[in-house]
């Protein structure tokens, strides 16, 4: 009898030694307002990532909603990245469809500042081309667009964004034969810069474009 009660007590004892460290972690979670599950405290024990800075990772992830695992954060972590300055700026751009989890992490590990990255890409460029020749009349073009966050590796100068769809239009002009100026700014905006070539071929989001003829 006495023996039984023994190996209970040790079996308990065994149960709390192991317990603990579980405990300590979702009590400091908690001070940091993260819930977590005895689960995911073990896991983050084991995997030594048990962080006061990932544990306010976790919380604003909780707080916003945001659909990114804690493995997701703690893979990030592992890989010398800035899981804070990721959540951050995702809970901030969240009507952003192009903000992503993913993308950031790699924008991130790039190196890139991520809230100046969001702006860049969101913030809306304008290139002007006036006085282009073509047959009998002059082309006058206006566009305004955006590079977006899933184009931010390929991002380029609007200088040269401008020179190559002076290019385009010159190539254009040079084939060109109708001399109809409304057959002429419907092909330009269908067939020659219309959304697809300014995705493929440029690279950016395309607003909106405006061609004037004379």
């Known amino acids: 009898m006495e023996t039984g009660i023994l190996i209970v007590f040790l079996l308990l004892f065994l149960a709390f030694l ?43 992830v909780q707080q916003y909603g945001l659909n990114i695992t804690i493995a997701e954060l703690e893979a990030h972590l592992l890989s010398s990245g800035n899981p804070q300055q990721v959540v951050a700026v995702l809970a901030k751009n969240q009507e952003n469809p192009e903000a992503t989890f993913q993308l950031l992490t790699i924008l991130d590990l790039a190196g890139e500042n991520l809230e100046e990255a969001v702006q860049k890409a969101e913030k809306i460029y304008q290139i002007t081309i006036s006085c282009l020749q073509v047959n009998d009349f002059e082309i006058n073009y206006n566009a305004k667009f955006k590079y977006g966050l899933s184009r931010w590796f ?55 474009q405006n061609i004037i003829l004379k």
């Open 154 to 208: 390929s991002h380029q100068e609007e200088k040269k964004i401008e020179q190559q769809i002076r290019e385009t239009l010159t190539g254009f002009a040079a084939n060109w034969t109708s001399k109809s100026p409304t057959q002429t700014k419907s092909f330009i905006h269908t067939m020659v810069l219309n959304n697809k070539y300014w995705d493929k071929i440029i690279g950016v989001q395309l607003i909106e």
């Open 18 to 60: 192991f317990a603990l460290p579980l405990l300590v972690t979702k009590f400091k979670a908690a001070q940091k307002s993260a819930n977590l599950t005895l689960k995911e405290a073990l896991l983050l024990t084991i995997r030594k990532t048990a962080k006061p800075s990932l544990f306010q990772v976790i919380a604003i």
